[in-house]
Protein backbone atom coordinates (compact mmCIF):
# COMPACT_ATOMS: atom_id res chain seq x y z
CA UNK A 1 0.00 0.00 0.00
CA UNK A 2 1.27 3.26 -1.05
CA UNK A 3 0.07 7.17 0.16
CA UNK A 4 0.83 8.88 -2.72
CA UNK A 5 -1.69 7.39 -4.35
CA UNK A 6 -3.55 9.06 -6.89
CA UNK A 7 -7.39 10.17 -6.42
CA UNK A 8 -8.98 10.28 -9.51
CA UNK A 9 -11.12 7.25 -10.85
CA UNK A 10 -10.17 5.98 -14.18
CA UNK A 11 -11.39 3.19 -16.42
CA UNK A 12 -8.98 0.81 -15.27
CA UNK A 13 -10.43 1.23 -11.38
CA UNK A 14 -13.50 -0.24 -12.66
CA UNK A 15 -12.11 -3.82 -13.53
CA UNK A 16 -9.85 -3.33 -10.44
CA UNK A 17 -12.42 -3.01 -8.24
CA UNK A 18 -15.07 -5.70 -9.18
CA UNK A 19 -11.81 -7.96 -9.43
CA UNK A 20 -11.42 -7.18 -5.47
CA UNK A 21 -15.17 -7.21 -4.85
CA UNK A 22 -16.54 -10.06 -6.56
CA UNK A 23 -13.67 -12.00 -8.60
CA UNK A 24 -15.84 -14.84 -9.56
CA UNK A 25 -18.69 -12.96 -11.23
CA UNK A 26 -18.93 -13.40 -15.12
CA UNK A 27 -17.35 -10.00 -16.90
CA UNK A 28 -17.22 -11.72 -20.63
CA UNK A 29 -18.61 -14.55 -22.50
CA UNK A 30 -17.56 -15.27 -26.13
CA UNK A 31 -18.49 -18.66 -27.88
CA UNK A 32 -17.97 -21.03 -25.04
CA UNK A 33 -15.37 -18.96 -22.78
CA UNK A 34 -16.12 -17.69 -19.77
CA UNK A 35 -13.78 -15.39 -18.43
CA UNK A 36 -13.98 -13.65 -14.63
CA UNK A 37 -13.41 -10.51 -13.54
CA UNK A 38 -10.20 -11.40 -11.60
CA UNK A 39 -9.21 -13.33 -14.52
CA UNK A 40 -9.52 -10.01 -17.00
CA UNK A 41 -8.23 -8.07 -14.05
CA UNK A 42 -5.09 -10.71 -14.56
CA UNK A 43 -4.84 -10.50 -18.14
CA UNK A 44 -5.16 -6.98 -18.64
CA UNK A 45 -2.09 -6.60 -16.46
CA UNK A 46 -0.30 -9.11 -18.36
CA UNK A 47 -0.64 -7.21 -21.42
CA UNK A 48 -0.28 -4.22 -20.22
CA UNK A 49 3.51 -5.25 -18.73
CA UNK A 50 4.14 -6.15 -22.30
CA UNK A 51 3.18 -2.97 -23.64
CA UNK A 52 5.06 -1.11 -21.14
CA UNK A 53 8.33 -3.37 -21.65
CA UNK A 54 7.62 -2.02 -25.43
CA UNK A 55 7.79 1.13 -24.25
CA UNK A 56 4.16 2.14 -24.42
CA UNK A 57 3.68 4.81 -21.61
CA UNK A 58 1.48 8.27 -20.93
CA UNK A 59 0.44 9.95 -23.60
CA UNK A 60 0.84 7.34 -26.67
CA UNK A 61 -1.75 5.93 -29.11
CA UNK A 62 -2.51 2.53 -29.93
CA UNK A 63 -4.41 1.16 -32.61
CA UNK A 64 -6.01 -2.09 -32.82
CA UNK A 65 -7.47 -3.87 -36.10
CA UNK A 66 -9.83 -6.85 -34.75
CA UNK A 67 -13.52 -7.80 -34.47
CA UNK A 68 -15.01 -8.20 -30.86
CA UNK A 69 -13.68 -10.57 -29.06
CA UNK A 70 -12.24 -10.89 -25.33
CA UNK A 71 -8.82 -10.13 -26.52
CA UNK A 72 -10.30 -6.80 -27.96
CA UNK A 73 -11.47 -5.89 -24.63
CA UNK A 74 -8.27 -7.10 -23.09
CA UNK A 75 -6.54 -4.53 -25.34
CA UNK A 76 -8.85 -2.23 -24.48
CA UNK A 77 -7.87 -1.75 -20.73
CA UNK A 78 -3.88 -2.84 -21.22
CA UNK A 79 -3.26 0.26 -23.72
CA UNK A 80 -5.18 2.27 -20.99
CA UNK A 81 -3.63 0.66 -17.98
CA UNK A 82 -0.26 1.44 -19.86
CA UNK A 83 -0.96 4.92 -19.93
CA UNK A 84 -2.05 5.58 -23.48
CA UNK A 85 -4.85 6.03 -25.70
CA UNK A 86 -6.35 3.44 -27.92
CA UNK A 87 -7.45 4.13 -31.38
CA UNK A 88 -10.45 1.84 -32.35
CA UNK A 89 -10.07 0.84 -36.31
CA UNK A 90 -13.03 0.16 -38.33
CA UNK A 91 -12.43 -3.21 -40.25
CA UNK A 92 -14.90 -2.47 -43.09
CA UNK A 93 -12.27 0.78 -44.11
CA UNK A 94 -9.75 0.07 -46.77
CA UNK A 95 -6.04 0.72 -46.93
CA UNK A 96 -6.01 4.47 -47.66
CA UNK A 97 -8.37 4.93 -45.44
CA UNK A 98 -6.55 2.94 -42.59
CA UNK A 99 -2.87 5.03 -43.01
CA UNK A 100 -5.02 8.02 -43.39
CA UNK A 101 -6.14 7.55 -40.00
CA UNK A 102 -2.79 5.85 -38.14
CA UNK A 103 -0.69 8.50 -39.48
CA UNK A 104 -3.24 11.70 -37.75
CA UNK A 105 -3.09 9.74 -34.80
CA UNK A 106 0.25 9.14 -34.34
CA UNK A 107 -0.02 5.81 -33.46
CA UNK A 108 3.35 3.95 -31.81
CA UNK A 109 1.80 0.32 -31.82
CA UNK A 110 -0.89 -1.19 -33.82
CA UNK A 111 -2.38 -4.21 -32.49
CA UNK A 112 -4.33 -6.91 -34.85
CA UNK A 113 -5.37 -10.19 -35.27
CA UNK A 114 -4.93 -13.28 -37.59
CA UNK A 115 -8.07 -12.46 -39.72
CA UNK A 116 -6.49 -8.84 -40.71
CA UNK A 117 -2.52 -10.03 -41.22
CA UNK A 118 -3.57 -9.47 -45.02
CA UNK A 119 -4.74 -5.93 -44.78
CA UNK A 120 -1.73 -4.69 -42.61
CA UNK A 121 0.60 -6.65 -44.68
CA UNK A 122 -0.71 -4.15 -47.08
CA UNK A 123 -0.09 -1.04 -45.27
CA UNK A 124 2.67 -1.61 -43.09
CA UNK A 125 5.11 0.10 -46.39
CA UNK A 126 3.02 2.98 -45.84
CA UNK A 127 3.60 3.47 -41.97
CA UNK A 128 7.33 3.65 -41.32
CA UNK A 129 6.70 5.83 -37.76
CA UNK A 130 5.51 2.69 -36.55
CA UNK A 131 7.63 0.64 -34.83
CA UNK A 132 5.79 -1.60 -33.36
CA UNK A 133 2.96 -4.71 -34.94
CA UNK A 134 1.79 -6.89 -32.50
CA UNK A 135 -0.44 -9.89 -33.36
CA UNK A 136 -2.60 -10.01 -30.08
CA UNK A 137 -3.94 -13.56 -31.22
CA UNK A 138 -0.43 -14.97 -31.67
CA UNK A 139 0.31 -18.15 -29.61
CA UNK A 140 4.01 -17.53 -29.57
CA UNK A 141 3.29 -13.87 -27.78
CA UNK A 142 4.52 -13.45 -24.63
CA UNK A 143 2.59 -12.96 -21.58
CA UNK A 144 3.16 -11.80 -18.61
CA UNK A 145 1.39 -13.15 -15.50
CA UNK A 146 0.51 -11.40 -11.80
CA UNK A 147 1.14 -7.26 -11.69
CA UNK A 148 2.72 -5.64 -14.22
CA UNK A 149 5.89 -3.59 -13.44
CA UNK A 150 5.53 0.12 -11.69
CA UNK A 151 5.49 2.97 -14.65
CA UNK A 152 7.82 5.34 -14.51
CA UNK A 153 5.64 7.59 -16.30
CA UNK A 154 3.83 10.66 -14.08
CA UNK A 155 0.13 9.55 -12.80
CA UNK A 156 -2.55 9.25 -15.42
CA UNK A 157 -5.10 12.25 -14.64
CA UNK A 158 -9.08 11.87 -15.01
CA UNK A 159 -8.81 14.45 -18.19
CA UNK A 160 -5.88 12.14 -19.91
CA UNK A 161 -7.45 10.52 -23.03
CA UNK A 162 -8.44 7.12 -22.99
CA UNK A 163 -10.18 6.90 -26.67
CA UNK A 164 -9.51 8.25 -29.80
CA UNK A 165 -12.56 8.01 -31.65
CA UNK A 166 -12.22 8.64 -36.01
CA UNK A 167 -15.37 8.92 -38.03
CA UNK A 168 -16.32 10.98 -40.83
CA UNK A 169 -19.06 13.60 -40.56
CA UNK A 170 -17.47 17.13 -40.31
CA UNK A 171 -14.19 17.34 -42.58
CA UNK A 172 -13.15 15.50 -45.72
CA UNK A 173 -9.84 14.47 -43.66
CA UNK A 174 -9.41 12.20 -40.68
CA UNK A 175 -11.19 13.59 -37.60
CA UNK A 176 -10.06 11.74 -34.14
CA UNK A 177 -12.35 12.86 -31.31
CA UNK A 178 -10.34 12.61 -27.95
CA UNK A 179 -12.27 11.24 -25.15
CA UNK A 180 -11.07 11.04 -21.97
CA UNK A 181 -11.15 9.04 -18.68
CA UNK A 182 -13.32 11.71 -17.30
CA UNK A 183 -15.69 11.23 -20.27
CA UNK A 184 -16.20 7.59 -20.35
CA UNK A 185 -17.11 7.29 -16.56
CA UNK A 186 -19.71 10.29 -16.49
CA UNK A 187 -21.43 8.56 -19.84
CA UNK A 188 -20.78 5.05 -18.31
CA UNK A 189 -22.48 6.62 -14.54
CA UNK A 190 -25.64 8.67 -16.85
CA UNK A 191 -26.47 5.27 -18.57
CA UNK A 192 -26.65 3.20 -15.54
CA UNK A 193 -28.82 6.09 -13.74
CA UNK A 194 -31.03 6.47 -15.85
CA UNK A 195 -31.56 2.55 -16.75
CA UNK A 196 -30.87 1.31 -13.42
CA UNK A 197 -28.45 -1.00 -14.01
CA UNK A 198 -26.45 -3.12 -12.19
CA UNK A 199 -23.99 -6.27 -11.64
CA UNK A 200 -27.28 -8.73 -12.03
CA UNK A 201 -27.63 -7.77 -15.86
CA UNK A 202 -26.67 -9.40 -18.62
CA UNK A 203 -25.79 -7.41 -21.81
CA UNK A 204 -26.00 -8.84 -25.61
CA UNK A 205 -22.89 -7.02 -27.29
CA UNK A 206 -23.33 -7.60 -31.18
CA UNK A 207 -22.21 -3.88 -32.43
CA UNK A 208 -19.59 -3.65 -33.51
CA UNK A 209 -16.62 -2.41 -30.99
CA UNK A 210 -14.61 0.28 -32.85
CA UNK A 211 -17.49 2.17 -33.02
CA UNK A 212 -18.13 4.07 -29.68
CA UNK A 213 -21.99 2.64 -29.70
CA UNK A 214 -20.25 -0.88 -29.47
CA UNK A 215 -17.15 -0.18 -26.79
CA UNK A 216 -19.15 2.77 -25.07
CA UNK A 217 -22.26 0.72 -24.02
CA UNK A 218 -20.12 -2.29 -23.11
CA UNK A 219 -17.88 0.12 -20.78
CA UNK A 220 -21.31 1.30 -19.08
CA UNK A 221 -22.19 -2.37 -18.19
CA UNK A 222 -18.30 -2.73 -17.22
CA UNK A 223 -19.30 -0.30 -14.90
CA UNK A 224 -21.70 -1.71 -12.86
CA UNK A 225 -19.76 -5.27 -12.82
CA UNK A 226 -22.64 -6.79 -14.92
CA UNK A 227 -21.84 -9.96 -17.56
CA UNK A 228 -21.17 -9.02 -21.29
CA UNK A 229 -22.01 -12.02 -23.55
CA UNK A 230 -19.54 -11.26 -26.74
CA UNK A 231 -20.79 -11.80 -30.36
CA UNK A 232 -18.68 -10.77 -33.50
CA UNK A 233 -21.59 -9.39 -35.74
CA UNK A 234 -24.82 -9.79 -35.51
CA UNK A 235 -26.66 -13.15 -36.57
CA UNK A 236 -30.54 -12.73 -35.72
CA UNK A 237 -31.10 -17.00 -34.83
CA UNK A 238 -27.34 -16.68 -32.45
CA UNK A 239 -28.68 -13.32 -31.03
CA UNK A 240 -31.49 -14.91 -30.32
CA UNK A 241 -30.16 -18.21 -28.71
CA UNK A 242 -28.09 -16.24 -26.77
CA UNK A 243 -30.80 -14.37 -24.91
CA UNK A 244 -32.57 -17.68 -24.21
CA UNK A 245 -29.27 -19.19 -23.23
CA UNK A 246 -27.83 -16.96 -21.27
CA UNK A 247 -30.98 -15.23 -19.63
CA UNK A 248 -29.84 -11.80 -21.54
CA UNK A 249 -31.49 -8.92 -19.75
CA UNK A 250 -30.78 -6.12 -21.94
CA UNK A 251 -29.75 -5.41 -25.61
CA UNK A 252 -28.38 -3.25 -27.77
CA UNK A 253 -30.10 -2.81 -31.66
CA UNK A 254 -29.55 -0.48 -34.43
CA UNK A 255 -32.29 -0.20 -36.63
CA UNK A 256 -30.92 -2.80 -39.03
CA UNK A 257 -30.46 -5.28 -36.11
CA UNK A 258 -33.99 -4.75 -34.94
CA UNK A 259 -35.35 -5.33 -38.94
CA UNK A 260 -33.03 -8.62 -39.34
CA UNK A 261 -34.15 -10.10 -36.09
CA UNK A 262 -38.04 -9.40 -36.90
CA UNK A 263 -37.40 -10.93 -40.22
CA UNK A 264 -36.17 -14.19 -38.92
CA UNK A 265 -38.63 -16.71 -39.91
CA UNK A 266 -37.98 -18.94 -36.40
CA UNK A 267 -38.15 -15.35 -34.65
CA UNK A 268 -41.25 -16.32 -32.13
CA UNK A 269 -39.80 -19.75 -31.22
CA UNK A 270 -37.30 -18.23 -28.70
CA UNK A 271 -37.97 -17.73 -25.09
CA UNK A 272 -37.24 -14.25 -24.71
CA UNK A 273 -38.81 -13.53 -20.89
CA UNK A 274 -35.71 -12.51 -19.12
CA UNK A 275 -35.23 -9.83 -21.53
CA UNK A 276 -36.31 -6.08 -20.00
CA UNK A 277 -34.99 -3.79 -22.05
CA UNK A 278 -33.84 -3.28 -25.43
CA UNK A 279 -31.56 -0.48 -26.05
CA UNK A 280 -31.65 1.21 -29.39
CA UNK A 281 -29.79 3.99 -31.67
CA UNK A 282 -27.66 5.23 -34.10
CA UNK A 283 -29.89 5.90 -36.79
CA UNK A 284 -33.33 7.64 -37.81
CA UNK A 285 -36.18 4.43 -37.03
CA UNK A 286 -39.23 4.33 -38.73
CA UNK A 287 -42.19 4.42 -36.91
CA UNK A 288 -43.89 1.29 -37.94
CA UNK A 289 -40.44 -0.62 -37.22
CA UNK A 290 -40.61 0.69 -33.86
CA UNK A 291 -43.91 -0.68 -33.45
CA UNK A 292 -43.38 -4.06 -34.42
CA UNK A 293 -40.15 -4.13 -32.32
CA UNK A 294 -42.91 -2.92 -29.32
CA UNK A 295 -44.84 -5.91 -29.96
CA UNK A 296 -42.19 -8.49 -30.68
CA UNK A 297 -39.83 -8.04 -27.31
CA UNK A 298 -42.46 -7.31 -25.49
CA UNK A 299 -40.55 -5.61 -22.69
CA UNK A 300 -39.45 -1.97 -22.17
CA UNK A 301 -37.40 -0.19 -25.53
CA UNK A 302 -35.42 2.49 -24.20
CA UNK A 303 -34.02 4.97 -27.15
CA UNK A 304 -30.43 7.17 -26.21
CA UNK A 305 -29.27 10.24 -28.57
CA UNK A 306 -25.90 11.25 -28.36
CA UNK A 307 -22.75 11.24 -31.08
CA UNK A 308 -19.00 10.49 -30.25
CA UNK A 309 -18.05 14.39 -29.23
CA UNK A 310 -20.97 13.74 -26.27
CA UNK A 311 -19.24 10.19 -25.42
CA UNK A 312 -22.91 8.76 -26.73
CA UNK A 313 -24.95 10.49 -24.07
CA UNK A 314 -27.30 13.48 -24.95
CA UNK A 315 -30.75 12.36 -24.61
CA UNK A 316 -32.81 9.45 -23.73
CA UNK A 317 -36.20 8.08 -24.60
CA UNK A 318 -37.37 6.00 -21.84
CA UNK A 319 -39.84 2.88 -21.34
CA UNK A 320 -42.75 4.45 -20.50
CA UNK A 321 -42.85 6.83 -23.82
CA UNK A 322 -43.04 3.75 -25.69
CA UNK A 323 -46.49 3.31 -25.87
CA UNK A 324 -48.68 1.65 -28.50
CA UNK A 325 -51.22 3.98 -27.85
CA UNK A 326 -52.26 5.93 -30.97
CA UNK A 327 -53.42 8.91 -29.68
CA UNK A 328 -51.58 11.78 -30.86
CA UNK A 329 -49.44 12.47 -27.67
CA UNK A 330 -47.89 8.98 -27.58
CA UNK A 331 -46.95 8.72 -31.03
CA UNK A 332 -45.88 12.05 -31.45
CA UNK A 333 -43.28 11.57 -28.40
CA UNK A 334 -42.18 8.15 -30.08
CA UNK A 335 -40.73 10.63 -32.80
CA UNK A 336 -39.02 12.77 -30.01
CA UNK A 337 -35.38 11.84 -29.57
CA UNK A 338 -36.41 12.06 -25.53
CA UNK A 339 -35.43 14.33 -22.65
CA UNK A 340 -31.61 15.56 -21.11
CA UNK A 341 -30.09 12.47 -19.64
CA UNK A 342 -28.92 12.49 -16.26
CA UNK A 343 -25.78 14.72 -15.60
CA UNK A 344 -25.85 16.42 -19.17
CA UNK A 345 -27.39 19.97 -19.57
CA UNK A 346 -29.06 20.22 -22.93
CA UNK A 347 -30.72 22.92 -24.80
CA UNK A 348 -31.69 24.05 -27.95
CA UNK A 349 -30.82 27.92 -28.80
CA UNK A 350 -30.99 29.55 -31.43
CA UNK A 351 -27.98 32.11 -33.36
CA UNK A 352 -27.52 34.09 -30.64
CA UNK A 353 -27.41 31.15 -27.96
CA UNK A 354 -30.65 32.31 -26.12
CA UNK A 355 -33.35 28.93 -25.23
CA UNK A 356 -36.24 28.49 -27.59
CA UNK A 357 -39.89 28.62 -27.07
CA UNK A 358 -41.41 25.49 -27.14
CA UNK A 359 -42.41 24.56 -30.56
CA UNK A 360 -39.73 27.18 -32.61
CA UNK A 361 -36.65 25.41 -34.18
CA UNK A 362 -33.05 26.06 -32.70
CA UNK A 363 -29.15 24.04 -32.75
CA UNK A 364 -29.04 21.38 -30.12
CA UNK A 365 -26.34 22.40 -27.48
CA UNK A 366 -24.88 20.37 -24.51
CA UNK A 367 -22.20 20.34 -21.77
CA UNK A 368 -21.21 18.45 -19.08
CA UNK A 369 -18.32 16.24 -18.26
CA UNK A 370 -19.20 13.69 -21.01
CA UNK A 371 -18.10 16.20 -23.32
CA UNK A 372 -15.12 15.60 -25.45
CA UNK A 373 -11.80 17.07 -24.92
CA UNK A 374 -11.74 17.69 -28.60
CA UNK A 375 -10.64 17.06 -32.26
CA UNK A 376 -7.03 15.79 -32.44
CA UNK A 377 -4.86 17.69 -34.44
CA UNK A 378 -7.32 20.31 -35.04
CA UNK A 379 -7.97 23.33 -32.81
CA UNK A 380 -9.78 25.21 -35.56
CA UNK A 381 -12.69 22.67 -35.80
CA UNK A 382 -12.26 21.98 -32.00
CA UNK A 383 -13.05 25.81 -31.41
CA UNK A 384 -15.62 26.09 -33.53
CA UNK A 385 -17.67 22.64 -32.04
CA UNK A 386 -16.84 23.74 -28.94
CA UNK A 387 -17.80 27.33 -27.57
CA UNK A 388 -18.03 29.00 -23.87
CA UNK A 389 -18.32 25.35 -22.69
CA UNK A 390 -21.44 24.44 -24.96
CA UNK A 391 -21.03 21.31 -27.65
CA UNK A 392 -22.55 22.42 -30.76
CA UNK A 393 -23.88 19.60 -31.97
CA UNK A 394 -24.96 20.49 -35.47
CA UNK A 395 -28.69 18.73 -34.99
CA UNK A 396 -32.09 21.69 -35.55
CA UNK A 397 -34.08 20.86 -33.28
CA UNK A 398 -37.21 21.93 -31.22
CA UNK A 399 -38.26 21.24 -28.01
CA UNK A 400 -41.69 20.75 -26.46
CA UNK A 401 -43.61 21.98 -23.60
CA UNK A 402 -42.83 19.05 -21.51
CA UNK A 403 -38.87 19.18 -22.67
CA UNK A 404 -38.77 16.61 -25.38
CA UNK A 405 -36.50 17.00 -28.20
CA UNK A 406 -37.52 16.30 -32.04
CA UNK A 407 -34.41 16.61 -34.32
CA UNK A 408 -35.38 18.04 -37.55
CA UNK A 409 -32.41 18.75 -39.60
CA UNK A 410 -28.61 19.43 -39.42
CA UNK A 411 -26.84 22.43 -40.02
CA UNK A 412 -23.46 20.91 -41.33
CA UNK A 413 -23.34 19.00 -44.08
CA UNK A 414 -22.89 15.19 -42.73
CA UNK A 415 -25.18 11.85 -43.31
CA UNK A 416 -25.27 9.07 -41.07
CA UNK A 417 -25.18 5.30 -42.17
CA UNK A 418 -26.50 2.98 -39.39
CA UNK A 419 -25.34 5.19 -36.90
CA UNK A 420 -21.65 6.08 -38.56
CA UNK A 421 -21.07 9.85 -39.71
CA UNK A 422 -20.34 10.23 -42.84
CA UNK A 423 -18.33 13.22 -44.15
CA UNK A 424 -20.40 13.54 -48.05
CA UNK A 425 -16.71 15.43 -49.15
CA UNK A 426 -14.71 12.42 -48.58
CA UNK A 427 -17.00 10.65 -51.29
CA UNK A 428 -17.17 14.03 -53.32
CA UNK A 429 -13.56 14.28 -53.53
CA UNK A 430 -13.08 10.31 -54.93
CA UNK A 431 -16.10 10.51 -57.22
CA UNK A 432 -13.76 13.91 -58.70
CA UNK A 433 -11.01 11.54 -59.26
CA UNK A 434 -12.36 9.80 -61.84
CA UNK A 435 -10.91 10.92 -65.21
CA UNK A 436 -15.39 11.22 -65.95
CA UNK A 437 -16.26 12.54 -63.31
CA UNK A 438 -16.37 16.91 -63.43
CA UNK A 439 -17.71 17.58 -60.33
CA UNK A 440 -20.03 15.80 -57.97
CA UNK A 441 -22.73 16.49 -54.54
CA UNK A 442 -23.41 13.61 -52.18
CA UNK A 443 -26.35 13.94 -50.00
CA UNK A 444 -28.56 11.99 -47.66
CA UNK A 445 -31.57 9.61 -49.06
CA UNK A 446 -33.47 8.56 -46.36
CA UNK A 447 -33.57 4.41 -46.25
CA UNK A 448 -36.10 2.24 -44.06
CA UNK A 449 -33.22 0.10 -42.34
CA UNK A 450 -29.96 1.91 -42.21
CA UNK A 451 -31.78 5.65 -41.36
CA UNK A 452 -29.94 7.33 -44.44
CA UNK A 453 -27.50 6.40 -47.77
CA UNK A 454 -25.18 8.33 -49.95
CA UNK A 455 -26.89 9.33 -53.36
CA UNK A 456 -24.22 11.07 -55.72
CA UNK A 457 -25.06 13.45 -57.79
CA UNK A 458 -22.51 13.96 -60.71
CA UNK A 459 -21.71 16.43 -63.85
CA UNK A 460 -19.66 14.83 -66.17
CA UNK A 461 -16.96 16.14 -68.63
CA UNK A 462 -17.69 17.05 -72.16
CA UNK A 463 -17.38 13.96 -74.35
CA UNK A 464 -17.75 11.57 -71.81
CA UNK A 465 -20.56 8.87 -71.42
CA UNK A 466 -22.83 8.38 -68.41
CA UNK A 467 -21.55 4.42 -66.78
CA UNK A 468 -22.78 4.83 -63.19
CA UNK A 469 -21.81 0.88 -63.30
CA UNK A 470 -17.60 2.32 -63.87
CA UNK A 471 -17.68 5.45 -61.67
CA UNK A 472 -19.54 3.04 -58.66
CA UNK A 473 -16.70 0.37 -59.23
CA UNK A 474 -14.09 3.47 -58.52
CA UNK A 475 -16.00 4.01 -55.26
CA UNK A 476 -15.52 0.45 -54.35
CA UNK A 477 -11.86 0.07 -54.49
CA UNK A 478 -11.06 3.45 -53.08
CA UNK A 479 -14.02 3.72 -50.30
CA UNK A 480 -15.15 1.07 -47.39
CA UNK A 481 -18.18 -0.08 -48.41
CA UNK A 482 -21.02 1.87 -46.21
CA UNK A 483 -19.45 4.62 -47.56
CA UNK A 484 -20.31 4.07 -51.67
CA UNK A 485 -22.98 5.41 -52.84
CA UNK A 486 -26.62 3.74 -53.24
CA UNK A 487 -27.44 5.28 -56.94
CA UNK A 488 -25.70 7.85 -58.98
CA UNK A 489 -27.83 10.77 -60.58
CA UNK A 490 -26.31 12.53 -63.82
CA UNK A 491 -27.36 15.82 -64.33
CA UNK A 492 -25.93 19.01 -66.49
CA UNK A 493 -25.01 21.29 -63.69
CA UNK A 494 -25.65 21.66 -60.25
CA UNK A 495 -27.93 23.91 -59.10
CA UNK A 496 -25.73 27.26 -57.18
CA UNK A 497 -26.70 30.17 -55.28
CA UNK A 498 -25.45 33.48 -56.52
CA UNK A 499 -22.68 33.13 -55.07
CA UNK A 500 -21.83 29.80 -56.83
CA UNK A 501 -22.10 27.64 -53.62
CA UNK A 502 -23.83 24.19 -54.29
CA UNK A 503 -27.65 24.03 -53.17
CA UNK A 504 -27.34 21.04 -51.67
CA UNK A 505 -30.61 21.38 -49.73
CA UNK A 506 -32.32 21.33 -52.82
CA UNK A 507 -30.98 18.31 -54.17
CA UNK A 508 -31.53 16.83 -50.25
CA UNK A 509 -35.29 17.73 -50.42
CA UNK A 510 -35.60 16.09 -54.18
CA UNK A 511 -34.25 12.56 -52.71
CA UNK A 512 -35.98 12.99 -49.40
CA UNK A 513 -39.24 12.91 -51.47
CA UNK A 514 -38.35 10.00 -53.29
CA UNK A 515 -39.74 6.43 -51.87
CA UNK A 516 -36.85 5.40 -49.73
CA UNK A 517 -36.21 1.88 -50.26
Not at 24 to 29: E, I, K, Q, T, Y
Not at 107 to 114: P, S, W, Y
Not at 448 to 477: Q, S
Request: net charge negative.
Amino acid sequence: FSGNRRNPLLIQDVLEHFARAHPSRVALVAEEEEVTYRELRDRVHGCAGVLRSGGIGKGDRVAILAQNSVLYLEALFAVIRAGAALVPLNHLLIGRELVAILEDADVKALLFTEEFRDRVGEIRPSLPGIACFVRIDDPELPKLGGDDPPDPSPPVLETDIALVIYDGGISSRPRGAMLSHRNLLAASSSSALELSLSRNDVFLSCASLPFLGGTGRLLRFLYVGATIVLQPELDPEEALRAIERRSVTRVLLTPTMMAQILAFPSAEKFNLSTLRTVLYGGAVIPLDLLKRAIRFFRCGLVQSHGQVESTGILTVLHEEDHSLDESTPYMRKLMSVGKESIGVEVRVVDEEDREIAPNEVGEIVARGPNVFEGYRNDPALTAKVLRDGWLRTGNVASIDEEGYIYIVDRKRDTLTVEGISISPREIENILCEHPSVKEAAVVPRPDYTMGEVPVAVVVLREGTKEDPEEILGHCRRNMAPFKVPRAIEFVPALPRNAQGKVLKARLRDQHASRRPR
